[in-house]
């Protein structure tokens, strides 16, 4: 069974960056495309970003394209989130997960990590 973890999150002031990490155990990851989402406070878990298997494709969210980049190593087994610009509406925490098939629907995505908070002050 694989697991996630996330890491890399803090507080961190409007402009600002953070680069968040998904370390996998238990499995590899490099046959399995990733995805990136985030769930505030009061809302909906939504999705962010996510990367191809071979890290060839990836895709974003209007809401962060051109500040958000999602990567991964998969020699390292982790996957990567660059996050800059960072805007008091990015708060949230983020989630990785594995996806079960290329889509950007959350139903479409197996196992997931505990999350990580980020909280972007103003």
């Known amino acids: 069974q694989v697991q996630l973890v996330e890491s890399g999150g803090g507080l961190v002031q409007a402009g600002g960056s953070l680069r968040l990490s998904c370390a996998a155990s238990?499995?590899?990851?490099?046959?399995?495309?990733m995805g990136w989402f985030r769930q505030a406070p009061g809302k909906e878990r939504e999705f962010i970003a996510r990367?191809?298997?071979?890290?060839?494709?990836?895709d974003y969210a209007d809401s962060v394209k051109g500040r958000f980049t999602i990567s991964r190593d998969n020699a390292k087994n982790t996957v990567y989130l660059q996050m800059n610009s960072l805007k008091p509406e990015d708060t949230a925490v983020y989630y990785c997960?594995?996806?079960?098939?290329?889509?950007?629907?959350?139903?479409?995505?197996?196992?997931w990590g505990r999350g990580t908070q980020v909280t972007v002050s103003s």
């Open positions: 990367i191809s298997a071979s890290g060839a494709i990836t």
């Open positions: 997960a594995t996806a079960l098939v290329w889509t950007m629907e959350i139903r479409g995505y197996a196992y």
């Open positions: 238990g499995g590899t990851l490099r046959s399995a495309a």
